[in-house]
């Protein structure tokens, strides 16, 4: 897919995670046409960008080459990546960090963003069934993979027939009340932690659930955001002007021919 020739945004920072980049499910068209659209000062990749548990040579297509070289043209031309290792991508943690020249290979990151210190992490590591049953955790990716099979063919006749795109994935986790649970555990507990240590904000990635929220107990509140995914819900975090907000990937319209991020407004923290 050819760069389009369009007026780039220029958001101050952007953060995307759990790409899988190597598998089926990988949205690597739609990540490509939103690179190609903004020129961020900071791109942080907040783990699971390159699926090492599941990757597949047969998966990596021209779009997954051409997200790389837009990332190093991003830093060719001044900004700053930082490449956050996930479980999916823990292969990369036995290396020592790596920074080379505005690309940097790191477990964690701690940014100061005007006045506000951003504590940014995968999340794996308060996942139970990460950190006690590895295998239990693979089982259930192929058991993901297998859902994101069935959605490629249901969509393929859905898109032949006319109809909207559906989730199998998303609307099983979204009704299933131990999944529910799961997340919003995940969330409390690390956000309890970032709390603990006087963070006022809280970035994650790892269960696929972009959202922006405060979260709080008796010893004070944090702000807590979850930059999704590019399987399920294509959306990133951006904070741009003292605002987090979250994007949404939108397929083009016959009339627009182009393919945009649109913001969900709903879900967005000043930095006040």
């Known amino acids: 897919m050819e760069e389009q020739k369009v007026r780039k945004r220029k958001p101050e920072i952007v953060v995307i995670s759990d790409v899988h980049l190597g598998t089926l499910g990988c949205r690597a068209d739609e990540l490509l046409a939103y690179l190609n659209s903004i020129k961020p000062k900071v791109l942080i990749m907040n783990g699971d960008i390159v699926d090492i548990w599941r990757f597949s040579r047969r998966y990596w297509d021209k779009a997954h080459n051409e997200i790389i070289r837009r990332i190093i043209k991003l830093m060719t031309k001044g900004t700053q990546v930082y490449y956050l290792t996930g479980n999916h991508d823990e292969l990369l943690r ?146 741009e002007k003292g605002v987090w907000k979250i994007f949404q990937y939108e397929y083009p319209t016959i009339e627009s021919k182009a393919a945009t991020p649109t913001e969900i407004k709903q879900t967005q923290a000043t930095n006040s």
Not at 101 to 130: E, M, P
Not at 154 to 171: A, E, R, T, W
């Open 94 to 239: 036995r290396f020592p960090e790596v920074h080379a020249g505005n690309f940097h290979l790191i477990n964690k990151l701690v940014l100061n963003i005007d006045d506000k210190r951003a504590w940014i992490f995968h999340g794996d590591v308060f996942d139970v069934s990460i950190k006690h049953a590895k295998w239990l955790a693979k089982l259930g990716s192929i058991g993901y993979d297998f859902l994101i099979m069935l959605n490629f063919m249901s969509n393929f006749v859905c898109q032949k027939l006319g109809f909207p795109k559906m989730s199998f994935s998303k609307k099983i986790k979204n009704s299933v009340k131990r999944a529910v649970k799961h997340i919003n555990d995940f969330e409390q507990v690390a956000a309890e932690l970032a709390i603990d240590r006087q963070y006022d904000y809280l970035l994650c990635g790892h269960i696929h659930q972009p959202i922006i929220k405060t979260i709080g107990n008796e010893k004070g509140e944090v702000i807590y955001l979850n930059s999704g995914d590019w399987v399920e819900n294509m959306t990133a975090l951006e904070y």
